[in-house]
């Protein structure tokens, strides 16, 4: 019986012993114009964040030309700081490997290491030493997408650079499908996890349930080494007729709470709308499911997380670097999430 007392009371201090994480806290940059702005630059500062992640473009694939094509890069009104490392960041839509084929994607690759050479010059950069790909593939897309990540890797721009790509939940829960993406680490996309099409009260971008139900009995097993990313962001989802027609860009917190425009039901995140406005697109009668994250949201997340990933390097990158939607954060609030890990 002593002896069975003394085990759990060893196995009890060596788990109470975990060792803790080195955390790197950064930001995601994901605007189509960088402004070195105070109260952004602020943020970094506080956390000593050595590095910011940056989108450069995103990538679709044109019908016209039948080729994939830039989206929306990014342009550089400034010169991001100089103590701040880049870390390019690309998206591509996951039906363009669904047109093209093994030599496209070659073409392809070269094409997206050449253009975020170009860029990251535009940023007053001479260099950067991680390239990260951000795709949300599938089963039908693994072999081309994984094909392609190894071309990039080949590339001679790339040379000595680490490529990194973005996981979601399903892709950790799913691996025989999904496969293990070749490149030497990922990044956990804590966000964007639920149904945002599905008419309810549920919040699409960061749900509890769902973190337990993808990540509980995976998480621990994956064989590359993880970062992490937690959202900061808010969005208004617009159902009509209980039919989702899309994310409004012009409903803000302002408008939201305002009384005349929108009528809360209950303690839930659904409003209806009670007049027409035309401003955003909204006829009397829609719904807007007002999802947000709280400080609380993120400290229960990180909590989570922490049980099941190993301890080592991690680089925690909060989306994204947005004067507004910081105002809801405090220093302190982020330091406690960070502390988590």
């Known amino acids: 019986m002593r002896k069975i007392s003394i085990l759990v ?7 109470g012993c975990k060792q803790k994480s080195v955390v790197h806290p950064t930001f995601y940059y994901w ?8 109260e952004e630059s602020t943020y970094l500062d506080q956390f000593k964040s050595k590095s ?5 473009m995103d990538v679709d694939f044109n019908p016209d030309l039948q080729l994939p094509v830039p989206v929306s890069p990014i342009k550089f009104s400034d010169p991001i700081p100089k103590q701040t490392d880049i870390i390019p960041v690309v998206f591509i839509v996951n039906q363009v490997f669904n047109k093209i084929d093994t030599t496209q994607t070659l073409v392809m690759a070269n094409r997206i290491a050449k253009f ?9 950069k001479q260099s950067y030493h991680e390239l990260q790909i951000d795709c949300d593939w599938t089963k039908g897309t693994r072999n081309r997408y994984f094909k392609f990540l190894e071309q990039l890797k080949a590339n001679p721009l790339l040379k000595g650079k680490t490529i990194s790509v973005t996981l979601r939940l399903h892709q950790v829960k799913n ?12 990044i956990l996309m804590c966000y964007n996890m639920g149904n945002l099409r599905k008419y309810g009260g549920q919040n699409s971008i960061l749900d509890q349930r769902e973190l337990d139900t ?11 080494p993880l970062d992490v990313a937690l959202p900061l962001f808010e969005w208004a989802v617009v159902f009509r007729n209980a039919q989702y027609a899309g994310i409004s860009k012009r409903i803000s917190n302002i408008q939201i709470e305002d009384r005349k425009l929108f009528k809360r039901r209950g303690n839930s995140i659904l409003y209806d709308l009670l007049v027409d406005y035309p401003a955003a697109g909204l006829k009397r009668g829609d719904v807007v499911r007002w999802e947000q994250i709280s400080p609380e949201d ?14 080592r390097d991690r680089n925690l990158v909060f989306y994204h670097l947005d004067t507004d939607l910081l105002k809801h954060f405090t220093h302190e609030n982020l330091q406690k999430v960070i502390a988590n890990f």
């Open 298 to 311: 993120l400290l229960a997340s990180s909590k989570f997380l922490s049980r099941y990933l190993a301890s």
């Open 52 to 56: 910011l992640y940056v989108r450069i």
């Open 116 to 124: 975020v050479e170009a860029k990251v010059k535009q940023a007053g």
């Open 31 to 38: 605007k189509t114009d960088y402004q070195n702005k105070k």
């Open 214 to 224: 993808y990540l509980k009995d995976y998480l621990g097993q994956y064989p590359i």
């Open 9 to 15: 009371i060893s196995a009890l201090l060596f788990l």
């Open 175 to 186: 691996i025989l499908s999904s496969g293990v993406p070749p490149v030497e680490k990922t």
